[in-house]
């Protein structure tokens, strides 16, 4: 009996040290895509409160440029992100030079750890498919459906179903391939509805909750889970083993509501994004042993917070009720003073007659045009900026909590983000960096 107490003492003892040595044990990775520092703050104003992400104890800068331009897209950041590597524009998991190169989730597997990902966009988009895809064109995503359903991932929650089937199935696929089929051969269990998520208790799945994208957080629809829910049910299949694990959660529709200038939008996706980051949080103050880690892999659109006058107006924001994409939508492009009558609906503000002009022609510009136009304006209304409809080169903030925390200070590079997390949870990413030097500079 005695010895078998000092053989309780000394394992409690290791694990009180190994935690307070900062042994992370459990990686909780959350991108917020598009998401800049005033993407944060602006909602954190609207929200008249301090977000989640935001009492990070350690926070830092980091900078996101590519192998071939100092603006990313999220193919190039997203390898980064994953893989530590610099790469172009539009590849994902692969150098310039095409050679593959194997991400953190995948490292991390093959060690015997459980690794998941989750996200609001296709599952086959660009920041997931970084985690476990290898390709120079980010758009095959026929092909990245294959590479998900042969990778060692546990968990993976998305939309995108219609890239697994075959047409001859309701899906977009011509080569009869089913794979859904054989990812149930290879152990996934398959589900589609938020009912069925939350009462998944296994031990692998692929939930699929959309045919593509899901529907953005403003008009998500009741069977298509939150990505909060999402990210709880992974956490609990992933810890239900007692192994540790690795996750990635990606808020991927900021991006898109910083394309269009869309405040409203940006305000109520980034909080989509910071409430599962609380979910995060809740779960590493019960498990202490938990890095989480929030970043971001570029900023979109150039947010200013005032276009003059020392002022914008938070007030005028807290009263929008719809996204620019949405009046886009439900506008007859004919009726010049429907668009008028929804905008004072919806945001109680006026266009004039030349706005409205502005609006219909750039309608007839591209298919985002009209939501572009009118996010932009509702943005001015409110005295907030936007310097483009892209990506810049912003830097992007870094929040980290728990074990090894301190290192995620300063001015980093985006390549070393993971770099730093392997290093702290034991898969360190040991191929050699390729220093790519800053565009421009040389
Ligand atoms: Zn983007």
Known sequence: MKRFMMFVFIITLISVLAIAQGYVKNVILLIGDGMGINQVLLSSYIEGRVLNMMKAPYTGYVITYSANSNVTDSAAAGTALASGFKTNNGFIGVLPDGTPVPTIAEIAASKGI??????????????????????????AELVLAEQ?????????????????????KGGRRKDGKDLIELAKNKGFDYITTKTELLNYDG???????????????????????????????????????GKPFFLMVEGSQIDWECHGNDIFGVWKETIEFDDAVKVAL??????????????????????????????????????????????????????????????????NVEFTDDEVEYVIAEAGKSRYGAGNAIGRLLSNKAQIGWTTFD??????????FGPGAENFTGILDNTEIPRIIGRLAGYPLTY???????????
């Open 114 to 139: 459980n690794t998941g990902i989750v996200v609001t966009c296709r599952v086959t988009h660009a920041t997931p498919g970084a985690f476990y895809g290898h390709t120079n064109d980010r758009n």
């Open 148 to 168: 998900l359903v042969e990778s060692p991932l546990k968990v993976v929650f998305g939309g995108g179903w219609s890239y697994f089937l075959p047409d001859t």
């Open 203 to 241: 031990e692998r799945v692929l939930g699929l909750f959309a045919s593509s994208h899901m529907s953005a957080v403003t008009e998500r629809k009741p069977e298509e889970p939150l990505l909060p829910e999402m990210t709880k049910k992974a956490l609990e299949i992933l810890s239900k083993d």
């Open 282 to 347: 809740d779960f590493a103050e019960k498990n202490p042993d938990t890095l989480v880690v929030v970043t971001a892999d570029h900023e979109t659109g150039g947010l200013g917070l005032s276009t003059g006058n020392y002022t914008f107006d938070i007030e005028k924001i807290r009263n929008y009720k719809k996204t620019a994409d949405w009046i886009a939508a439900n506008w007859d492009k004919k009726s010049p003073d429907e668009l008028k009558e929804l905008v004072k609906e919806y945001f």
């Open 391 to 400: 990506h810049t080169g912003a830097t992007v903030p870094v929040f980290a």
């Open 432 to 442: 050699p960096v390729h220093s790519v030097p800053l565009v421009g500079t040389h």
